[in-house]
């Protein structure tokens, strides 16, 4: 069978960098299939994979709706049900029907696969999507707590906003300026102040987003929701 890898990219700090490889686990996802004489076609990896349907992937997404890559291959192998869903029962019994009427088979690494061959594969999928579920559940309302520990501690919590960067210990996280004095840094304080002045000027999204793009300033994320703090720099 011609078969792709539903897989995710890691991004575990190393060295002080975003990790990207491939996790493990997916590495010998594809010794599983190879071992069971499928032909690998691709290994597809999200950082983004969870609550999040196949299709909604950045990258997996295309190899589920555009048909001239659906074409390639005939299965999904996933190492573990999270690869390919931690949703809600609803959601993920569309990826079962996705997969029955496009006439693919989604595998699991020594586990069930589905359209399932017989009433345990059927028995066991439904067992291993209700513990992807529980366990995803369990995750968030670990992370949750933490969160609320850090900021009850007086620590920043979340993604630093632009031209910022965290500094100082896990238990004590705080906002510090971007302005060029480490290595390997750009001083981000000249485009901060130019991007506020063109926010208050009036100028348009677009224009701005232009000339953001122009000067090539590098990417950084904004809060997220939720993001709290109770560091000095608030």
């Known amino acids: 069978m011609r078969v792709i890898i539903a897989a995710r990219l890691s991004v575990g700090k190393k060295g002080g960098q975003q990790g990207g490889g491939i996790e493990t686990q997916d590495k010998l996802a594809r010794e599983w299939a190879e071992r069971n004489r499928h032909t690998v076609v691709a290994t597809v990896a999200d950082t983004k994979s ?128 971007i302005d060029g004095t480490d290595p390997g840094e750009t001083d981000l304080t000249y485009y901060a102040e130019q991007f506020y002045l063109r926010c208050i000027g009036g100028d348009s999204y677009a224009s701005i987003s232009r000339w953001i793009t122009d000067k090539g300033i590098p990417a950084l994320a904004g809060p997220r929701s939720g993001d709290r703090t109770r560091s000095a720099t608030s």
């Open 50 to 177: 969870g609550t999040v349907a196949p299709m909604d992937r950045k990258n997996l997404g295309p190899w589920v709706t555009y048909p001239e890559l659906m074409s390639q291959y005939d299965g999904i192998v996933a190492f573990k049900m999270d690869r390919l869903s931690r949703a809600g029962w609803k959601d993920e019994v569309q990826i079962r029907l996705w997969a029955e009427a496009n006439g693919k088979t989604l595998l699991i690494v020594d586990g069930p696969q589905w359209p399932p061959r017989d009433q345990g594969d059927r028995m066991l999928w439904d067992f291993l999507a209700g513990q992807a579920r529980a366990e995803w559940e369990s995750i968030v309302e670990r992370t949750g707590r933490e969160r609320t520990r850090l900021w009850e501690l007086g620590s920043y919590v979340g993604k630093p906003t632009f031209a910022y960067k965290l500094v100082g210990p896990y238990e004590g996280k705080e906002l510090a300026v």
